[in-house]
Each structure stands twice: as C-alpha cells, then as structure tokens.
C-alpha cells in the first residue's frame, strides 16, 4: 500500500506543468537570495602581533566579505576553508596591525589584504567590500613590550 501511496505522489509531481515548476523555482531562488546575506564572515582570524622580531601578542579578527551580485552565495561558502587558510597564511606573511598599539590593526591594511585574498580564493570580481566586524586581543596594551 506504502509502495501504491508513494508512486502516485511521484506520478502527481511528475505530472505538473514544467513552466509553472520552473517559475515557482526562480521565485523561490529570488525570495532566498533577497533573504539571506550576500555575505561570507572570517570569524577569529588569529593575527600575529611582532615586535623586532619577537612575537609579542595575537590579534583575534573578525570580519565580513560583501560578495559582488553576480556571484553564487553559497559557492563562495562552500570555498570558507580555502578562503580561511589562504588569510591565515596572509597575515602571517605581511603584518596588518597598528604600528602603534599591540591590541590592534591597521583598518586600511586589513581591509585591503582581506579583499585581494578573498578575490584570489573566490574570484576576481566576487568580492564587492570588506567590513572589520571586531578586533580583540588577550592582552591589552597600547606600547609594545620589550
């Protein structure tokens, strides 16, 4: 009986008209893609802090990448650990923190480096803008140590 049930459902699916299918489908793409945010976050991106030569504190960073309309949401998502590692791998080669204080970053900096990183990972024109969400560190302090 089960079996009788579940053939007729398919057959009823089946039997549908495809434009009207493929139209409720487009609609429901639209509804989602206004619905959700055309956004991927970088959340607690460790960011060394060196001094001299010396490594003197960790900046903890998160941010969110604005992706450019043309590009596929949930694409760029699925790229979120390349995307991760290709950051790590970035602040580690070139510093983005204040020259100033232990406990920050350089906005600017970031937000450049974050950007052509995210474009080599998803795309050269995925990436619409940068936002610096927060910045924290386990040890405050505006001088660096010596």
Not at 95 to 114: E, F, G, K, M, W
């Amino acid at each position: 009986m089960w079996r009788a049930l579940a053939l007729s459902l398919v057959l009823a699916c089946a039997a549908a008209p495809a434009p009207l299918m493929a139209a409720g489908a487009e609609k429901s793409e639209k509804q989602g893609e206004a619905e959700s945010a055309r956004a991927v976050d970088v959340l607690n991106l460790v960011v060394p802090v060196v001094r001299e030569g010396r490594l003197v504190n960790y900046v903890f960073l998160n941010a969110r990448i604005q992706l450019s309309p043309g590009t596929d949401v949930w694409r760029a998502r699925d790229k979120g650990h390349f995307l991760r590692d290709a950051l790590l791998k970035a602040v580690h080669r070139q510093s983005i923190v204040d020259s100033t204080r232990d406990d920050a970053v350089n906005p600017a900096a970031t937000q450049a480096l974050v950007a052509a990183t995210a474009r080599e990972v998803l795309g050269a024109n995925a990436v619409r803008s940068v936002e610096i969400l927060s910045v924290s560190s386990l040890r405050q302090g505006s001088a660096p140590r010596s």
